[in-house]
T-cell receptor, first 114, second 115 residues
Framework: IAGITQAPTSQILAAGRRMTLRCTQD?????MYWYRQDLGLGLRLIHY???????GKGEVPDGYSVSRANTDDFPLTLASAVPSQTSVYFC?????????????FGPGTRLTVL | GEDVEQSLFLSVREGDSSVINCTYT??????LYWYKQEPGAGLQLLTY?????DMKQDQRLTVLLNKKDKHLSLRIADTQTGDSAIYFC???????????????FGSGTRLQVQP
């Protein structure tokens, strides 16, 4: 069982380019999340999805979009990357029916925008 | 908004106990969590505690919750060099548009274990 996979592992991107970070889970979890991790700021929620076909905005959604066409995949798109989006991005999932809202994290994508 | 605060750094000697502290602000949090992040890796759930509990013990890990002071701590007994990592405290917050819960993380405490 792979759990959650993310791709790419790392990427260097020119400002203004479009980029999609991929996230796939095989646990059949209903809910999925995207966070960014920046030094000294912990993890901040970008977007989330409670179930396939629905998405919602988190704490820092500007400049990002998501889609949830099916249960397993939750891609994050930067339409026109800016240097302030340099960060490590983590995808997570949880069983929305579970009592503890425990989230399981992918290994992360390190993105550098020049 | 809700805030979760942790000290940034803790250094201990191998074999000693480590205590990592966290304060949170959302009194409606149902669960509070401790995650561990090793270098270059994602976050791994260590343990969680339900808000009606004062303490939870799991092998070398002890979680203490003081709900009155909104203070959470993680004690690692007999700390090993393999425990060196960043430890994140997290509380669940309610997403206003759906009523669903997401997590709010502290900035993380880097634990350094000296041999």
């Amino acid at each position: 069982i792979a759990g959650i996979t993310q791709a790419p592992t790392s990427q260097i991107l020119a400002a203004g380019r479009r980029m999609t970070l991929r996230c796939t889970q095989d646990m059949r979890h209903n809910a999925m999340y995207w966070y960014r991790q920046d030094l000294g700021l912990g993890l901040r929620l970008i977007h989330y999805s409670n179930t396939a076909g629905t998405t919602g905005k988190g704490e820092v959604p500007d400049g990002y979009s998501v889609s949830r066409a099916n249960t397993d995949d939750f891609p994050l798109t930067l339409a026109s990357a800016v240097p302030s989006q340099t960060s490590v991005y983590f995808c997570a999932s949880s069983d929305a029916g579970g009592a503890a809202d425990t989230q399981y994290f992918g290994p992360g994508t390190r993105l550098t925008v020049l | 908004g809700e805030d979760v605060e942790q000290s940034l750094f803790l250094s201990v000697r191998e074999g000693d106990s480590s205590v990592i502290n966290c304060t949170y602000t959302d009194s409606s949090s149902t669960y509070l969590y401790w995650y561990k992040q090793e270098p270059g890796a994602g976050l791994q759930l260590l343990t969680y505690i339900f808000s009606n509990m004062d303490m939870k013990q799991d092998q070398r890990l002890t979680v203490l919750l003081n709900k009155k002071d909104k203070h959470l701590s993680l004690r690692i007994a007999d700390t090993q060099t393999g425990d060196s990592a960043i430890y994140f405290c997290a509380e669940s917050l309610v997403l206003m548009d759906t009523g669903r819960r997401a997590l709010t993380f502290g900035s993380g405490t880097r634990l350094q274990v000296q041999p």
